[in-house]
């Protein structure tokens, strides 16, 4: 038995074991709130689906991929996270996600595990814990739920969760588009480890608060926590806009505050839905900067449109914008030839979400990257093509 098959083995037992020991009492959950329970139209559940059965639920996908780029170097892909490689097949993700639903209007408690096996695992890891280079626990959290008087409850959250921020997520089958932009992976967290208090107070605002250990960090600082903040608000039946800052000191040895804030609205014309998300933030000079003499700056916008052009296909644009000021978040993977100085990014994509065959989806997608400098093998721009096939269950 190879140790990759154990080590699947042992952490499906270990997340199956802990939601069985979950108190498998009959519940409804609270509709998940925030960026990380944003999914399109191939994902998402009906409004009016009924309540979640008792006990617990397995849900997740398989996904594999290829992409080719012209101006790959040494077979990869110059500044992308799961689409690194060019011109080769890839095992791009099995996830398997294990949850035991909590009623909120009742004294009640739930749990929330995610595994994710495969090359994008490699990408999402948080530094502190380790299952070998292609195995992550992307999520591991419990769940309290104090229950009020509209119903809704209040609920505390204690262990590894997903960023608050951002429109896409980890699950790229949930995304508008396949490949993740600029914003996802330069000027965002992935995870964080802590302990987070959401409330939703009217059916128009919802509140996420969270302390943690830092970005993409398991392991402690010595220093001050980390925090960000989140409120969602609903305009009416097709508007919302979320309004996001953070403040913390992400590295561990360093004392040098990191902090911003960020937008994100949501408008749907009837199939339609557009996304505009806008990002601001700073980090305090300090030895780990490519110029340590100067405070960093980045800011950031995209948008992002997907519109149903059948019931089975779906077509989705995203165009990003990026200003790094000073190479903090891009010097070192993009290999800009000059520390601190100011890198421009930006990307055009399209992709055809396409789901003809039963939970399956099946996704081709062009997209075009530019930079300030030329950092794609000599050239300032780069054209790349993928195809993506997942199983959803």
Avoid at 47 to 68: N, Q, V
Avoid at 227 to 239: C, D, E, K, L, V
Avoid at 359 to 374: A, G, I, K
């Amino acid at each position: 038995m190879s140790p990759l098959f154990r080590l699947i083995r042992r952490a499906v037992i270990s997340l199956a074991s802990l939601a069985v020991l979950a108190v498998p009492a009959a519940a409804t959950r609270v509709p998940a709130s925030g960026p990380d329970s944003t999914v399109n139209a191939l994902a998402a559940a009906p409004a009016d689906s009924p309540a979640a059965a008792p006990g617990f639920k397995l849900s997740g996908y398989a996904e594999a991929s290829y992409t080719y780029a012209n101006q790959a170097v040494a077979g990869m892909i110059v500044g992308r996270l799961y689409d690194r490689y060019s011109d080769a097949f890839v095992l791009n993700a099995w996830k398997l996600s294990v949850d035991r639903p909590f009623d909120p209007k009742k004294l009640d408690a739930g749990a929330h595990a995610d595994l994710l096996v495969g090359q994008n695992a490699a990408v999402t890891k948080s530094i502190g814990f380790d299952l070998g280079t292609n195995g992550d626990v992307t999520q591991l959290y419990a769940v309290l739920n104090l229950p009020t008087s509209n119903g809704n409850g209040v609920q505390f959250k204690v262990g590894k969760m997903v960023t608050l921020m951002g429109l896409e997520v980890i699950e790229d089958v949930a995304n508008p588009n396949w490949s993740l932009g600029n914003q996802f992976n330069w000027v965002e967290n992935v995870t964080s480890t802590g302990l987070e208090f959401d409330a939703k107070p009217s059916g128009k605002v919802d509140i996420e608060l969270r302390v943690d250990n830092g970005w993409d960090r398991i392991t402690p600082t010595d220093g001050p926590k980390d925090f960000m903040g989140r409120i969602g608000i609903a305009g009416g039946p097709n508007t919302t806009v979320g309004l996001l800052g953070y403040w913390g000191r992400q590295h561990p040895t360093v004392d040098a505050a990191r902090y911003g804030a960020e937008v994100l609205l949501n408008q749907k014309f009837g199939k339609t839905s557009i996304w505009i998300q806008g990002d601001w933030g700073m980090e305090a000079a300090n030895d780990s900067l490519p110029d340590p003499t100067q405070d960093a700056k980045w800011w950031a916008v995209g948008g992002w449109l997907a519109s149903d052009l059948s019931p089975k296909v779906n077509l989705a644009i995203r165009g990003d914008y990026l200003v790094d000021s000073q190479g903090a978040r891009t010097f070192s993977a993009y290999a800009v030839p000059l520390a601190g100085v100011e890198h421009k990014l930006w990307s055009v994509t399209g992709t055809f979400n396409l789901k003809a065959w039963s939970n399956c989806l099946v996704r081709p997608e062009v997209r075009y990257d530019h930079s300030s400098f030329t950092v794609f093998n000599g050239k300032g721009e780069q054209v790349s093509v993928a195809l993506s096939a997942a199983y959803l269950y």
